[in-house]
Protein backbone atom coordinates (compact mmCIF):
# COMPACT_ATOMS: atom_id res chain seq x y z
CA UNK A 1 0.00 0.00 0.00
CA UNK A 2 1.11 3.91 -0.92
CA UNK A 3 0.42 6.72 0.65
CA UNK A 4 1.14 10.18 -0.85
CA UNK A 5 1.42 13.17 1.84
CA UNK A 6 2.73 16.57 1.73
CA UNK A 7 0.26 18.56 -0.47
CA UNK A 8 -1.12 21.45 0.34
CA UNK A 9 -1.48 25.71 -0.84
CA UNK A 10 1.65 27.53 -2.45
CA UNK A 11 2.16 30.71 -4.12
CA UNK A 12 2.97 30.69 -7.77
CA UNK A 13 6.51 30.41 -8.07
CA UNK A 14 6.55 28.12 -4.71
CA UNK A 15 7.69 25.01 -3.82
CA UNK A 16 6.24 21.69 -2.56
CA UNK A 17 8.16 18.24 -1.40
CA UNK A 18 5.50 15.26 -2.10
CA UNK A 19 6.59 11.88 -0.07
CA UNK A 20 5.04 8.26 -1.36
CA UNK A 21 5.24 5.75 1.46
CA UNK A 22 4.94 2.17 0.92
CA UNK A 23 3.90 -0.27 3.76
CA UNK A 24 5.60 -2.86 2.47
CA UNK A 25 9.47 -3.13 1.34
CA UNK A 26 9.31 -2.00 -2.31
CA UNK A 27 12.00 -3.78 -3.94
CA UNK A 28 14.65 -1.87 -5.61
CA UNK A 29 13.80 -3.02 -9.24
CA UNK A 30 9.97 -2.10 -9.38
CA UNK A 31 9.99 1.38 -10.44
CA UNK A 32 8.00 4.45 -8.60
CA UNK A 33 5.59 6.42 -11.10
CA UNK A 34 3.94 10.04 -9.95
CA UNK A 35 0.46 11.15 -12.19
CA UNK A 36 -1.63 13.53 -11.40
CA UNK A 37 -5.17 14.62 -12.21
CA UNK A 38 -6.51 18.46 -12.41
CA UNK A 39 -10.28 18.74 -12.68
CA UNK A 40 -11.93 17.67 -15.73
CA UNK A 41 -9.10 16.64 -16.92
CA UNK A 42 -7.29 13.29 -17.31
CA UNK A 43 -4.87 11.63 -14.96
CA UNK A 44 -1.74 12.21 -16.45
CA UNK A 45 1.90 10.99 -16.07
CA UNK A 46 4.50 13.69 -13.98
CA UNK A 47 7.85 11.65 -14.35
CA UNK A 48 8.92 7.99 -12.75
CA UNK A 49 11.93 6.91 -10.76
CA UNK A 50 12.49 3.57 -13.17
CA UNK A 51 13.92 0.41 -11.75
CA UNK A 52 16.42 2.82 -9.65
CA UNK A 53 18.05 3.17 -13.07
CA UNK A 54 17.08 6.60 -13.96
CA UNK A 55 14.92 8.94 -13.95
CA UNK A 56 12.44 10.99 -16.76
CA UNK A 57 10.36 13.56 -15.88
CA UNK A 58 7.21 14.81 -18.39
CA UNK A 59 7.87 17.83 -20.54
CA UNK A 60 5.59 20.23 -18.60
CA UNK A 61 7.52 19.87 -15.34
CA UNK A 62 10.98 19.04 -16.35
CA UNK A 63 13.38 21.40 -14.59
CA UNK A 64 11.29 22.20 -12.24
CA UNK A 65 9.77 18.66 -10.70
CA UNK A 66 12.63 15.98 -10.02
CA UNK A 67 12.15 12.31 -8.31
CA UNK A 68 14.25 10.89 -5.63
CA UNK A 69 13.89 7.57 -3.57
CA UNK A 70 15.07 6.26 -0.54
CA UNK A 71 15.19 2.47 -1.04
CA UNK A 72 15.71 2.00 2.62
CA UNK A 73 12.89 3.41 3.81
CA UNK A 74 10.50 2.51 1.26
CA UNK A 75 10.02 5.78 0.01
CA UNK A 76 10.17 8.59 -2.76
CA UNK A 77 9.78 12.12 -3.06
CA UNK A 78 8.75 14.28 -5.89
CA UNK A 79 10.16 17.97 -5.34
CA UNK A 80 8.24 20.51 -7.09
CA UNK A 81 9.75 23.76 -7.76
CA UNK A 82 8.87 26.70 -9.45
CA UNK A 83 5.35 25.79 -9.31
CA UNK A 84 2.41 27.40 -11.30
CA UNK A 85 -1.53 27.73 -11.45
CA UNK A 86 -1.61 24.75 -14.08
CA UNK A 87 0.17 22.59 -11.76
CA UNK A 88 -3.26 22.20 -9.51
CA UNK A 89 -3.77 18.66 -9.31
CA UNK A 90 -3.99 15.60 -7.30
CA UNK A 91 -0.93 14.04 -7.33
CA UNK A 92 -0.66 10.18 -6.61
CA UNK A 93 2.13 7.92 -6.78
CA UNK A 94 2.08 4.21 -8.17
CA UNK A 95 4.36 1.49 -8.11
CA UNK A 96 5.37 -1.24 -10.30
CA UNK A 97 6.86 -4.46 -10.42
CA UNK A 98 6.81 -5.31 -14.56
CA UNK A 99 6.96 -1.39 -16.12
CA UNK A 100 9.27 -1.22 -18.64
CA UNK A 101 10.44 1.72 -20.89
CA UNK A 102 8.09 1.42 -23.21
CA UNK A 103 5.31 1.75 -21.27
CA UNK A 104 6.31 3.98 -17.70
CA UNK A 105 4.18 6.78 -18.65
CA UNK A 106 1.05 4.52 -19.35
CA UNK A 107 -1.09 4.15 -15.64
CA UNK A 108 -1.91 0.41 -16.71
CA UNK A 109 1.59 -0.16 -15.83
CA UNK A 110 1.35 0.46 -12.42
CA UNK A 111 -0.49 -2.09 -10.29
CA UNK A 112 0.06 -0.26 -6.99
CA UNK A 113 -1.33 3.57 -6.32
CA UNK A 114 -2.11 5.30 -3.48
CA UNK A 115 -4.46 8.40 -2.69
CA UNK A 116 -3.72 11.38 -4.04
CA UNK A 117 -2.35 14.40 -2.34
CA UNK A 118 -3.80 18.54 -2.95
CA UNK A 119 -1.86 20.36 -4.59
CA UNK A 120 -2.99 24.15 -5.12
CA UNK A 121 -1.16 27.13 -6.73
CA UNK A 122 -2.59 30.38 -6.40
CA UNK A 123 -2.09 33.21 -8.76
Known amino acids: QLQASGGGLVQAGGSLTLTCVAS????????IGWFRQAPGMEREFVGV???????TMAESVKGRFTISRVNATNTAYLVMNSLRPDDTAVYYCAAGSSVISSNLASQTAYGHWGLGTQVTVSS
Open 49 to 55: NFRNAYT
Open 24 to 31: QRTPTTWT
